[in-house]
């Protein structure tokens, strides 16, 4: 089966057809999202809490993000993947070019980094260079200690004015595709109405053009799991049918509902 290229997702927005992403970290799991039908799979750095047992992404390397990528991309049937780059690990232009390729050699089709208008030198030097970018706005957890906790962000009209701007400002610097993290639900679907490229939420409400869930959510391994999540195990035969449901609810618009959305 050929792999899903960004241009078909674009096409997807074009046409109004939703699509989901699911984190995956391995290349079992990689093949189970695959053949259910994810169209991306994301190698976050969520992994650093998930798979490492930090209490964030922090401590996550560029060597770790490799590994993972690696190991998915060899489990991969048909999605595309999307690599995150590591806290610290885009600090300058060069650095980001250097860690950017090494996650490509490893495997990944487009690469994830968090942030706004800073980033339009980095994401412009990726895009020239045949590297997707996504972006990644919102609540971004490798600034976890400068928002003082994991806080839905953009409820002040100042807050929201700068998130729509950065998503402008990342568009136009040549990011492909971008993720909006835990933001109102009318904000959601402002920013995904203001850009072209499709917008991935996940606790950014029914309105954006695509979700995304960490997997171990998902599937109900977390013990406290963020408002946004729905537990596709409850109801599912096995874990291949909780992944299908999520699709085909992200598919059919009745995941996030109004219990998974922030005002
Ligand atoms: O690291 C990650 O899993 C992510 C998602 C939460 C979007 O960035």
Redesign the pocket.
Known sequence: MPTITIPQLHAKKAAGEKFA?L?AYDATFARVASEAGIEAL?I????GMVLQGHNS?LPVTVTDMAYHTATVSRGNVSSLIIA?LPFGGYSTTTQTLDNAATLMRAGAHAV?L?GGLWLAESIRLLTERGIPVCG?LGLT?QSVNTFGGYKVQGRQPEQARRIIEDAKAVEAAGATLL?L?CVPRALGAQVSAALKIPV?G?GAGPGTDAQ???LHDMLGLNSRPPKFVRNFMQGADGISAAIAAYHAAVLNGSFPGAEHTFE
């Open positions: 992403v984190t994301l976050g750095d969520s992994l992404t995150d994830k968090e990644h957890p993720v993290e991935i996940i995304v869930l960490v």
